[in-house]
């Protein structure tokens, strides 16, 4: 989560040089060139079930395809305070949906760390400054209330997206490796965003980007498509998805250390606060407790 921060900010250049689209798809494509020989099944790995097929599926669907267009079109639509405020329900929403999909037993300590995570992350986004747009008339003062709308609800869906993948691939850790796991859900999510990708590709001026903008996008691919989703899925074989759920706040505090120590942003008091709160939630859900069971991979799927 601290190096899906990281490349959060620093992909901000990549943004202004490449429609989004093509830039999903130069990203899909390069990680699974890197990651190619990933794809081949173990000799000891049994083969998928058609259960699992679809599992592998549905968590490139929603964790990357459904969750960035939900993201990207949600946050054009409403502001960047109700953007965070809506985001920052995510370790809940993991605690939630792992208790109802995988029964997963929720202790007071992980709650205690979902609260600290939720309101260090909300406080955040209150704590940002933004100038409403003056609307000229009443119109359009009320299509912009209609588009903040559908610009929150699309960002609910994004907060589901994101939890679903989250108990998905603890379910997927239970017969597929992380390697592979991160190989396949890249590969559909090539296919996914090839239409759009190539719709972009057409006519674009490739010669326009700089240089050094093409080498960050190969640092972002890797980032993106083959270390953080190795390193999320050989953590889900042995750390509960509750308990998974609260280190998503890594990614906002590591943007915004990304942000002051690269970028020349600063932070005011308030946001130092909520940070030190969600670091607190992080603290809560790692510590060990008293008699506390060595923790189990995942069950297989059956």
């Given amino acids: ?28 494509g390069i990680g699974g060139l890197a990651m190619a020989h990933w794809l081949k099944k ?14 592998v599926f549905l968590e490139s669907f929603l964790g990357n395809f459904l969750f960035s267009i939900c993201m ?64 000229g008339t009443a119109q359009e003062a009320d299509l912009a209330l209609k588009n903040a709308w559908l610009g929150n609800l699309l960002l609910v869906g994004a907060v589901l997206c ?9 379910k997927l850790t239970g017969v597929l490796s992380p390697k592979r796991i991160t190989a396949l859900i890249n590969l559909w999510g090539f296919a996914l965003v090839t239409p759009f990708g190539v719709w972009m590709a057409w006519g674009f001026d490739f010669a326009a980007v700089a240089l050094a903008s093409w080498g960050l996008l190969v640092f972002y691919a890797l980032a993106a498509s083959v270390w953080t989703v190795w390193l999320w899925m050989t953590g889900l074989r ?15 505090v590591s943007a915004a250390a990304v942000g002051v120590g690269v970028l020349g942003e600063s932070l005011n ?12 939630g992080v603290v809560l859900a790692t510590l060990p407790q008293r008699g506390q069971p060595k923790p189990a991979q995942a069950a297989p799927l059956r």
Wanted: hydrophobic share 60%; proline share 6%; aromatic share 8%.
């Fill in 1 to 28: 989560m601290s190096l899906v921060g990281s490349y959060v900010a620093l992909s901000k250049p990549l943004v202004a040089a490449l429609p989004v689209f093509l830039l999903a798809w130069l990203r899909f």
């Fill in 42 to 55: 173990p000799a000891a790995e049994t083969p998928m079930s058609p259960q699992t097929r679809r599992l």
């Fill in 72 to 135: 990207l079109f949600g946050v054009s639509l409403t502001s960047a305070v109700a953007a965070g405020v809506i985001m920052a329900a995510i370790p809940a929403t993991v605690a939630l949906l792992s208790w109802a999909f995988l029964r997963e037993q929720i202790s007071g300590r992980v709650w205690a760390a979902v609260a600290c995570a939720v309101l260090g992350i909300a406080l955040v986004s209150l704590s940002k400054s933004e100038l409403p747009a003056q609307m």
């Fill in 162 to 170: 994101e939890a679903a993948y989250a108990v998905i691939g603890k």
């Fill in 238 to 252: 042995t750390v509960p998805a509750n308990q998974a759920g609260v280190f998503t706040v890594m990614l906002p």
């Fill in 269 to 280: 008091g308030t946001q130092i606060g909520a940070f030190s709160i969600a670091l607190v």
